[in-house]
């Protein structure tokens, strides 16, 4: 363990750089814990979740695309999680808001390939800076043990970007199942082919069977602790596939954002498929204690410009690190 924390340490030293010249990693997982709650073992972030497996296979596509070892056409292991959003581990399941796909990739000589996918094309903040920002603003205050309205209003007045993400799942019906939403990288890569070209893109992971929803009634119904049961049942009676697309970006769109998604119009290329295989019985399994930084990538696949995407790392390694301090938990 010690060994553990020392390589994360390192990590949070190596990735607080630019991205983080005016946030402070720790101060950042901080005003999480004050905001969403501090469940010592937990995520600060995606708290409630359940490991799963999977096999990964790579398109002629996406071949074409980058010389990843992910894309050869051969099965590759893939370690799942999938969560809600939030730090709290007994979030309820049965109301709008976010769901997570965590990826590791374990390819061959050793590479690894992780990312964190969410239900939303667009993430909660597009600067590290305002995404503390907004966290700050919603700290109880200790006397109400409630935000200060007029504060929330006031940081949302001047930074709306902020109110994007929660008014996609305002819009959205309860999914019926981790195996049945969609779920957006929503930072921009570079897929870069043999011959040294690069095309840029973001991509959604798309379930195969297409997408489920349920109504308010139809959700109060199942209940707040449903997902993972519905998840077992669902892998152990047959096939939950996701299609893995990218959305090709074209001369002139925004590539360093992670709050505006590139436009519909955009064409879509498959880079393969991802199947479910199993699902872990309990709160054991091997994603325990995988941060699924997705600055972890492949050769053929590069990271862009977004200042969110260059933030995530540090604070992924401060609560690593405590969780293992405190012994982690699913």
């Given at each position: 363990m010690h060994a553990h924390l020392f390589a994360l340490t390192m990590i949070a030293a190596a990735t607080s750089g630019s991205a983080f010249a005016q946030v402070d990693p720790t101060k950042l997982v901080d005003a999480q814990e004050v905001v969403g709650g501090k469940f010592e073992g937990y995520r600060r972030s995606g708290a409630k979740g359940v490991c799963a497996t999977a096999?990964?296979?790579?398109?002629?596509?996406?071949?074409?695309?980058?010389?990843?070892?992910?894309?050869?056409?051969?099965?590759?292991?893939?370690?799942?999680?999938?969560?809600?959003?939030?730090?709290?581990?007994?979030?309820?399941?049965?109301?709008?808001?976010?769901?997570?796909?965590?990826?590791?990739?374990?390819?061959?000589?050793?590479?690894?390939?992780?990312?964190?996918?969410?239900?939303?094309?667009?993430?909660?903040?597009?600067?590290?800076?305002?995404f503390l920002g907004r966290l700050e603003s919603l700290q109880p205050d200790p006397e109400t043990k409630k935000a200060n309205p007029e504060k929330v209003k006031a940081f949302a007045d001047a930074n709306p970007e902020v109110l994007l993400q929660g008014k996609y799942f305002a819009s959205q019906p309860v999914p019926a199942s981790y195996g049945a939403v969609n779920y957006w990288g929503v930072h921009t890569f570079?897929?870069?082919?043999?011959?040294?070209?690069?095309?840029?893109?973001?991509?959604?992971?798309?379930?195969?069977?297409?997408?489920?929803?349920?109504?308010?009634?139809?959700?109060?119904?199942?209940?707040?602790?449903?997902?993972?049961?519905?998840?077992?049942q669902r892998v152990a009676a047959g096939t939950v596939a996701f299609d893995f697309n990218l959305q090709l970006a074209e001369p002139g769109d925004e590539l360093d954002s992670a709050v505006k998604p590139l436009p519909d119009a955009r064409k879509k290329v498959n880079l393969g498929r991802l199947t479910i295989k199993s699902v872990?019985?309990?709160?054991?399994?091997?994603?325990?204690?995988?941060?699924?930084?997705?600055?972890?990538?492949p050769k053929g696949v590069e990271a862009g410009r977004d200042p969110m995407l260059a933030a995530r790392a540090a604070p992924y390694a401060v609560s690593l690190g405590r969780r293992l301090t405190e012994g982690a938990k699913q």
């Open positions: 096999e990964f296979v790579g398109s002629q596509q996406g071949r074409v695309l980058s010389t990843a070892s992910a894309f050869s056409g051969k099965p590759v292991p893939v370690i799942v999680r999938f969560s809600v959003g939030g730090g709290n581990p007994m979030a309820p399941d049965n109301t709008r808001g976010q769901r997570n796909l965590a990826l590791q990739f374990d390819l061959p000589k050793g590479e690894v390939w992780q990312m964190g996918n969410i239900s939303a094309p667009v993430f909660g903040a597009a600067t590290p800076e305002q570079g897929f870069v082919d043999a011959k040294g070209k690069k095309q840029f893109g973001k991509w959604i992971f798309e379930p195969v069977g297409g997408l489920e929803n349920l109504t308010d009634d139809e959700a109060k119904a199942k209940g707040a602790q449903f997902l993972f049961d519905e998840l077992r872990a019985p309990d709160a054991t399994g091997a994603c325990l204690t995988i941060m699924y930084n997705p600055l972890v990538l």
